[in-house]
Antibody
Framework: QVQLQESGPGRVQPSQTLSLTCTVS??????????WTWIRQHPGKGLEWIGY???????SYNPSLKSRTTISVDATKKQFFLRLKSVTAADTAVYFC???????????WGQGILVTVAS | NFMLTQPHSVSESPGKTVTISCTRS????????VQWYQQRPGSAPTNLIY?????PSRVPDRFSGSIDSSSNSASLTISGLKTEDEADYYC?????????FGGGTKLTVL
């Protein structure tokens, strides 16, 4: 059973870059045809898909966040990463990493990490 | 891009059946699989339904999914409601490489 765990700073200053890591255990991060995905949830609100990096290396991002978002992978460390540039208070949210498998569903999720954007 | 619209909240009594709808604003609901997720307070979401009507093995058969092309919508039906079903429910679908979540429905079991 694959497990995912987010890590990173819980507080980021406005205009800086939010950087998060998702560590995968119990399974491979490459060669499985999976989409390594980031999702966020603003306090008290619904889920927002941020984007993914596919096994092949291709990426796809939410059009509303595309200009500020980069998702990358380090297969040797079994980690994937989220970078979100030029953050504002509107980026304060719980950030989840997840794996999308065959069937287009997110079958494994991290527990989530709260990131607050404030000076 | 398209939107998925869900009712903000629904409520029903234990033992009853409830249905949560998810209406797609553009594009065909039948052409793009719909998934459903349950999120309990303070927890990460978990997948309940994938590919419109498929259940992961750990999900009880009280949960079922369907689509209706005439209304361009998907539905999640929960039968034999239990108090533990009280949670937020999200539908999700896609258009090419873009994934979209519905706004979520809060289910109250009272």
């Amino acid at each position: 059973q694959v497990q995912l765990q987010e890590s990173g700073p819980g507080r980021v200053q406005p205009s800086q870059t939010l950087s998060l890591t998702c560590t995968v255990s119990g399974g491979s991060i490459s060669g499985g045809g999976h989409y390594w995905t980031w999702i966020r949830q603003h306090p008290g609100k619904g889920l927002e898909w941020i984007g993914y990096r596919f096994d092949s290396g291709s990426t796809s991002y939410n059009p509303s966040l595309k200009s500020r978002t980069t998702i990358s992978v380090d297969a040797t460390k079994k980690q994937f990463f989220l970078r979100l540039k030029s953050v504002t208070a509107a980026d304060t949210a719980v950030y989840f990493c997840a794996r999308e498998g065959g069937g287009f569903h997110l079958d494994s999720w991290g527990q989530g990490i709260l990131v607050t954007v404030a000076s | 891009n398209f939107m998925l619209t869900q009712p903000h909240s629904v409520s029903e009594s234990p033992g009853k059946t409830v249905t949560i709808s998810c209406t797609r604003s553009s594009g065909s609901v039948a052409a793009n699989y719909v998934q459903w997720y349950q999120q309990r307070p303070g927890s990460a979401p978990t997948n309940l339904i994938y590919e419109d009507d498929q259940r992961p093995s750990r999900v009880p058969d009280r949960f079922s999914g369907s689509i209706d092309s005439s209304s361009n919508s998907a539905s999640l039906t929960i039968s034999g409601l239990k108090t533990e079903d009280e949670a937020d429910y999200y539908c999700q679908s896609y258009d090419g490489n873009i994934r979209v979540f519905g706004g979520g429905t809060k289910l109250t079991v009272l």
